[in-house]
């Protein structure tokens, strides 16, 4: 692979198509659309939204529940607008519309709409022909929407995904002991990095971990069997 190749690779590395979610505005459902919206955010490597995701979904689902009605038909409704992370809630009410109150911290109501502007960016109603919808949008730090957030060990990871596509010769520490161990600590580093990479890529790490392990097992397998073949001879 070309670095050339791999740079591309990295900039469209992640697709996050929309999705959404009918459901019923029960107090159950709250908890399972939480869960929801956590297990997508990781498969699109936006791990660290999720606090602030669950408390959008949690506040615009009650919202509905309290001021249109338990038992109300609703739509979850997920997607990226450029690079921020869209949070929609669709019911069928255009009558009540959420409003932010100055709710102070012994109020009992009255602040859904004030924890919602406290973590987006924006939020809004939008008024169609046989429904509201009330949305919200999370800053993601992304540089583009199918792009991954930069963080510094990501950054060293692509840089050695680049190394690797760019040269086949293996890297050779200095000799002795601290050669050795200075070598050992970056590998350590290196390992470390590419966690992360696989992390906010979306990818399971266990199972890549698990796959990287039965890799090495089967070569060291194929490794020590060819010895014992030379050794026989």
Known sequence: MRREEAFVIQEACMSRKAWDLDFIAEPEEVAALRRTVRLHLDVWG????????????????????????????????????????????????????????????????????????????????????????????????????????GRPEVLRAEALLDFYAAVKSPFRPDSGRLGRAVAEESVVTAITDFLHWLRVHGCDVDEVLDRAQARYDAELGSIEGGLGSQIER
């Open 46 to 149: 936006l791990h660290d939204l999720t606090d602030a995701a669950q408390l959008c979904v949690s506040e615009l689902v009650s919202n509905i529940i309290t001021h249109v009605g338990v038992g109300t038909p609703a739509t979850l409704a997920v997607s990226m607008n450029g690079v921020h992370l869209r949070i929609e809630v669709h019911d069928p009410d255009k009558r009540a519309l959420p409003t932010l109150l100055d709710a102070n911290v012994h109020s009992e109501s009255g602040r859904g709409m004030a924890l919602v502007d406290a973590v987006a960016v924006r939020w809004g109603v939008q008024l169609c022909f046989d429904r509201k919808v009330t949305w919200c949008e999370l800053a993601t730090g992304l540089t583009s929407p199918n792009g991954h957030v």
